[in-house]
């Protein structure tokens, strides 16, 4: 039998760092986008512990300012492509404001720290839910081109292959092989 | 961007492009630290090294003697601790069948050699890019497929 599982992968995040904490007796209250507020301060060798306890799971204390506003615009593109309303969005304006600064600055620090753009980052997390789609809820790719606000099916064709580098429908036949490959 | 170096490991038996990748690397924005090995058997008997860092990526170079890049790359697909390391496939050849073959096989990055340099650092930035955003933005390394020309 082979069950296909959706999963939310904040929810996991959240609930796995909130036992990890527990774990370590502190106090703290999560705002949201990764940023938790701890009710004493620790010192250095107590954050290098917490630090070390969680980063064999992938966790990693932000430090940069600049890392953490990065991150929180990774979060809102993230939640923006993952929105099934999106229509009236202009991810500009979202993200502007969203996290109250200007497009122009937030463009700019992106770039300075992940060497690509805003753009290229939501082009890649739109295909990204386009292959999700493709291969968890077995979408065509009309319905996938509707949901995720393309002009046409060719126009997510031919982003998914400049991405990429393959065609959707490679795409898809290399997923289904390997899988036949692996039973 | 990284506070550590990303490991890159190259498996080719042609000296003049390891070297040609070597400056390559040395020139991307992104901090590296590329080991190198000269064939196939070599390159399993590195991975399979008790303690060893694994690579953050591995090239290799289809065409290598001994043993193949493709049979490496069936081999460590097979290996548990192996199993997840991002691998990029570097081939002369363009042919669809053979690019299909190697990303059914597990390969994540097909890249066909590139022969001017500026095409190669384009390729080197772009993978290190692409691997890192995996990395940090909870991005399914299962669906991880790449092709570059």
Known sequence: MKLFIKFDINTICSLFLKEKLEEENLNFSTLGFGEIELDENLDIEGLDNLKSKLAPFGFEVVENQKSVLVQKIKDAIIELVYMDDNNNFKSSVFLAEKLNHSYGYLSNVFSEVTYSSIENFIILQKIERAKQLMLVNEMSLTEIAFLLNYSSVAHLSTQFKNTTGITPSAFQRIIKKRRENLK | ?149
């Not at chain 2, 080719?12 to 630290?33: G, N, S, Y």
């Not at chain 2, 096989?105 to 772009?126: M, Q, V």
């Open chain 2, 1 to 149: 961007m990284q506070k550590n170096a990303l490991h890159i490991l190259l498996a080719d038996d042609d000296e003049d492009d390891r070297l040609f990748f070597k400056d390559a690397f040395e020139e991307v924005r992104v901090q590296t630290k590329v080991t190198f090995v000269h064939d196939g058997l070599q390159l399993m008997e590195h991975l399979m090294t008790p303690d060893i860092k694994l690579p953050d990526i591995l090239f290799l170079d289809l065409n290598m003697p001994k043993k193949t890049g493709k049979e490496c790359l069936i081999e460590i697909k097979k290996t548990e601790h192996l199993k997840n390391i991002i691998i990029a496939i570097y081939s002369t050849s363009s042919s669809e069948e053979d690019i299909e073959d190697t990303f059914i096989e597990g390969a994540n990055i097909y890249i066909k050699k590139p022969s001017d340099f500026n095409t190669l650092k384009k390729i080197i930035n772009e993978v290190v890019t692409l691997n890192w955003h995996y990395h940090t933005s909870g991005l399914n390394r299962d669906n991880f497929l790449l092709r570059l020309k």
